[in-house]
Nanobody, 120 residues
Framework: QVQVVESGGGSVQAGGSLRLSCTAS?????MGWFRQAPGKEREGVAA??????YYADSVKGRFNVSRDNAKFGLYLQMSSLKPEDTAMYYC??????????????????WGQGTLVTVSS
């Protein structure tokens, strides 16, 4: 129904920055960024539901999520990166409004993931 593609991952030193980009194939009500580190569950990082913005406590003040509805795009500007930010980052979308915008269970459409590695 909806194809999602993300990019922008890479390797960076602690304290550095990266910008992730995501594009969906059509307009959706909500989009979000999630990440999964080895041996851990997938967790919500940041999401947009209409004009509202949601962040995980661990990234508040360091990450900024933005959306371009005309381009079906979602972006994540990551600054002051820490080694614990290392994970596979996924972009997700859904047609309706999620009850919890940071819950991966509420999103049916997913990208393939882009790897972010932060070294100290």
């Amino acid at each position: 129904q909806v194809q999602v593609v993300e990019s922008g991952g890479g390797s960076v030193q602690a304290g550095g920055s990266l910008r992730l980009s995501c594009t969906a194939s059509k307009a959706t009500a909500s989009m979000g960024w999630f990440r999964q580190a080895p041996g851990k569950e997938r967790e919500g990082v940041a999401a947009k539901k209409d004009r509202r913005t949601y962040y995980a406590d661990s990234v508040k003040g360091r990450f900024n999520v933005s959306r371009d509805n005309a381009k079906f795009g979602l972006y994540l500007q990551m600054s002051s990166l820490k080694p614990e930010d290392t994970a596979m980052y996924y972009c997700a979308a859904r047609a309706g409004y999620p009850v919890d915008p940071l819950s991966h269970n509420d999103y049916p459409y997913w990208g393939q993931g882009t790897l972010v590695t932060v070294s100290s």
